[in-house]
């Protein structure tokens, strides 16, 4: 086992928990390389992704993006300090493909297996961005199984001040996107359609009563498909833009309202973003203005690390590292982690 003390880390970080292979290298928080294969061009034939499908394309591709991975970062894999992979939450039969290449990895090189929570990797593509960045901070995670308002306290422990009732952000742009007869993923089409409408189509309140974080997308996903439909039944001309574009203004509007409230709340200094959802342009623009107005640092992670990627996960693998949090080679894939369990390590 190479040294723990060593000051920066050489990680591999390795992702398979959908339908993206991607694997990274950092030296410490430096990003040396950042390899993706996406079997989304496949999925997309089918409206979303099929299981066996993904594990396959992963099973194929792991081998190539990690060798890119290393060479694009010069690096040796004799020269690595851990290698970290995601075990959860995700698809099973993805998550073992990334999971079992990993084992072997570490394994074969005699160095430490890391296991990440998908979640605590979207956290930590922050740290990427901004080198500085140390708890406490708060996260505005949404994504396409995920929508919370996040404090991070330590690097091992975050407090959930609250999020969906029921569907996730990302999941509410993807259904909407059906409606609207757009490809999977739903996100991107919806934001590119929604800038060529205006918000004119009143949408349903999503914030519930009592004050506090939570909120909900089903009466919100509900009211667009129900417009959708009576507009069609009824053969009446509607704009797909214009309901692109109030969807998304309800959506997002709401989670930059109440990351600015868990702001005041807990009197946090930065604010920063992950998930799919937060690569949404109109999101990034609205939060920078919410931020600047209360006069709080932003930290928004590259669009690509708010998407499914390996960078972040290397970059978490690097804060279970300086707490020597080790795996056993008997990890197991996880399909579902509960957010407060998430919260500790
Ligand atoms: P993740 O679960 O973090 O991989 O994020 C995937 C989710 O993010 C999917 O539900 C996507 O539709 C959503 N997403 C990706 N890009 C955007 C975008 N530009 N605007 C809104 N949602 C997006
Ligand atoms: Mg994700």
Redesign the pocket.
């Known amino acids: 086992m190479k040294d723990l003390m060593q000051q920066e880390p050489l990680i591999l970080g390795i992702e398979s928990s959908?339908d993206?292979t991607a694997a990274a290298v950092i030296r410490g928080r430096e990003l040396l390389s950042d390899e993706i294969a996406s079997s989304a061009a496949t999925q997309a034939k089918y409206g979303g992704v099929v299981p066996e499908l993904a594990s396959r394309a992963h099973a194929e591709a792991v081998d190539e993006v990690v060798a890119r991975a290393l060479k694009n970062a010069n690096v040796k894999k004799e020269e690595l300090s851990a290698v970290a992979v995601t075990y959860g939450a995700g698809l099973l039969g993805a998550l073992l493909v990334g999971l079992s290449f990993a084992k072997g990895f570490s394994y074969g090189l005699g160095i430490p297996l890391i296991g990440v929570d998908h979640i605590r990797g979207?956290l930590a593509a922050a740290y990427l961005e901004d080198k500085t960045l140390e708890p406490p901070f708060l996260t505005l995670l949404?994504?396409?199984?995920?929508t919370a308002i996040l404090y991070t306290e330590r690097a091992d422990k975050f407090r959930v001040l609250g999020g969906t009732l029921d569907d996730?952000?990302?999941?509410a742009?993807?259904k909407v996107?059906r409606v609207l007869s757009l490809p999977?993923?739903?996100?991107?089409h919806?934001?590119a359609l929604a800038r060529e409408g205006n918000d004119v189509i009143p949408m349903p309140k999503m914030l519930k009563g009592g004050g506090g974080y939570d909120f909900s997308y089903s009466g919100l996903k509900t009211a667009v498909i129900n417009y959708v439909h009576k507009m069609e039944q009824s053969d009446l001309a509607y704009s797909r833009a214009d309901v692109a574009c109030s969807f998304?203004h309800a959506a997002?509007d709401v989670l930059v309202k109440k990351t600015m409230e868990g702001v005041r709340e807990t009197g946090a200094r930065v604010v920063t973003a992950?998930?799919?959802?937060a690569?949404?342009?109109?999101?990034r623009e609205r939060l920078t203005r919410a931020c600047r107005e209360e006069n709080v640092r932003l930290v928004l992670p590259a669009?690509k690390h708010?998407?499914?990627n390996a960078a972040m996960i290397a970059a978490e693998g690097l804060v279970q590292y300086r707490l020597g949090n080790f795996a056993p080679l008997s990890l197991n894939a996880e399909a579902s982690i509960p957010l407060h369990r998430s919260a500790r390590l």
């Open positions: 959908c993206e979207h949404a994504s396409g199984g995920h996730a952000a990302g999941e742009f993807d996107a999977y993923p739903g996100g991107p919806i934001e998304q997002l992950g998930g799919g959802v690569a949404n342009g109109y999101l669009k708010c998407t499914d």
